[in-house]
């Protein structure tokens, strides 16, 4: 925010700089001898002088994320490396033109735009892409859908990966994406991007809470899924965890009500489970799809196994899940 702050400080600065004084601030301009105000027209230099200041304020901050992204995007950030061709500008409306196949992913996450350029060097080409989402929650489940689930997470913002072909990582609001063409000897270059970019994006640099909450044991992997956790339609947008045997999941509701009620409508979903006891309120089932089942409300959130051998594993699993949920 150090941009909008600075065009915000000086914006006020002229603005003061105009007012009269002695006296309360105030962005009148009296008129000049000879040339009154019309009839009915007192203060109107006033309103125009607020409202286009007003105007120019909005514009300014409207910019300022373009402005952000595309000083992400560039190939100087790297000695040796040029820009090739006008650089690339979507928005959710447009981006199927730049990925037709995987286009939906990235506005189902919440993609408010994206830019990117091509940079040549004597070596080759890197493709440099900036994805800007609506949060830092979207912008770290776009990347774990895209990393390498067989390389390490590096400390990059709040993760990423440096592979023999690109690089991708996360921070604040922002996904990054490097490729580069010939892959050979490009992994130096792909850091050095990385690096660089990532120094000049502000936001969080800590991988979501909820991730930390998932029992250890036999974990695989944990992604943000967009909507229908477990393939439920009352579930819309939650953290999904995958374990040698079974799932869980973690979604956030808006507040305690809003969770209990959708509890509710899942015991229907659900009509053959039973009471359990965990969280503030819980009940296990086992179901033709999802196996053995334990869904309880925490607060404001809604947790859970699944695929277990039976609802009475499934709950031992949930409660410990449930110990470790904080922040509501």
Known sequence: MKLQESCLTRLLTVSLARTPSPGPARLEKAPAPGHPLPQGGEGRTSEWSAGHMLLLLLAVLAVVPVARAAGVADCRLVAGWEQRGV??????????????????????????RMQGVTCRSKGGSITFDVFEMNDADSAYGVFTTNLDPQMPIEKLGMGGQVLPRRALFCKGNYYVELSASPQKGAVTALRAFATEAEKRIEGRVTPPAAISWFPTAKLASVRLIPESVLGLRLLKRGFVAHYEQGQAFVVMEESPGSAAAILDQLRQRFPEGTPAHVADEAFQADDQYLGGLCMFRKGRYLGGFANMPDAQAATAQAASLAEHISGM
Do not use: Q
């Open 87 to 112: 650089p690339r500008n979507y928005n959710p409306d447009n981006l199927y033109e730049y990925l037709d196949g995987s286009a939906e992913g990235y506005i189902l996450y919440g993609l408010v």
